[in-house]
């Protein structure tokens, strides 16, 4: 019996404007219990702490008159978590979480024991604030162009991790930040749950629309 997958929220932190696109990843510690030395956006688990006051049933939201809906909770959840997770190993402080622009939502296959529902928010850099680590979690920041990471992952100048490779695969067809927000704003974003097919030793990972999922 698959595990339930834990609510996530990860932020993929941009910069360049309507020029250039360039994305922050940061390396995990390599004595982490759970993907260590790996390149990642910025993001992690849900805490209780992340709910909004008196969530934990029915609750007023503010000026509405009325009870707020699960959907509203959840959704004012995941973006304070990203929030605090991009503050946490990056340094980096939103000044309104509406800013951040949801682009993608990746569920762990079921085969796998820790298992993740992960929504990727976009965010642009905060005017005035540079990125950076704390030395115990995260300890090391680059920036890079969607294509630069894929190329350094090829060349096995850094690791990166399934989900992390399809954003910057998906990110490398638009040439600049403001390119890629004006298409994210109008997406409908539909969970992804990708399936490992086993063919004799061979893992093999198949997504929705590939043959044999």
């Given amino acids: 019996m698959s595990s339930q997958p834990r609510q996530a929220a990860t932020v993929i932190l941009l910069r360049g404007g309507a020029e250039t696109l360039e994305v922050l990843l940061v390396r995990r510690t390599p004595h982490a219990r759970f993907m260590a030395g790996v390149w990642v956006f910025p ?3 849900v805490d209780e702490d992340d709910a909004p006051e008196g969530a934990t049933g029915p609750s ?6 009325g009870p707020m809906a699960a959907a509203a909770i959840e959704a004012r959840t995941l973006r304070t978590a990203a929030a605090r997770e991009l503050r946490e190993e990056a340094g980096i402080a939103l000044a309104d979480t509406s800013e951040l ?12 024991q820790r298992r993740f529902d992960t929504h990727f928010f976009l ?4 005017e005035g604030q540079e990125p950076r680590v704390d030395g ?5 920041l680059r920036w890079f162009t969607p294509q630069a990471a894929l190329a350094a992952h090829r060349a096995d100048e850094i690791v990166l991790v399934f989900p992390t490779i399809k954003q ?11 390119e890629l ?4 704003r109008g997406r409908d974003v539909e969970p992804v749950q990708p399936r490992v097919v086993l063919e004799g030793e061979v893992a ?10």
Avoid: H, K, M, N
């Fill in 136 to 140: 115990e979690e995260c300890v090391d």
């Fill in 60 to 65: 007023e939201s503010p000026g509405a008159g």
């Fill in 204 to 213: 093999r990972i198949l997504l929705p629309g590939d043959a044999g999922y």
């Fill in 168 to 178: 910057l695969e998906q990110l490398s067809s638009f040439s600049s930040v403001d």
């Fill in 101 to 112: 622009v949801e682009f993608s939502r990746w569920i762990t296959p079921t085969v796998v």
């Fill in 43 to 45: 993001g992690g688990a």
């Fill in 181 to 184: 927000l004006s298409d994210a």
């Fill in 123 to 126: 965010a642009r850099l905060p």
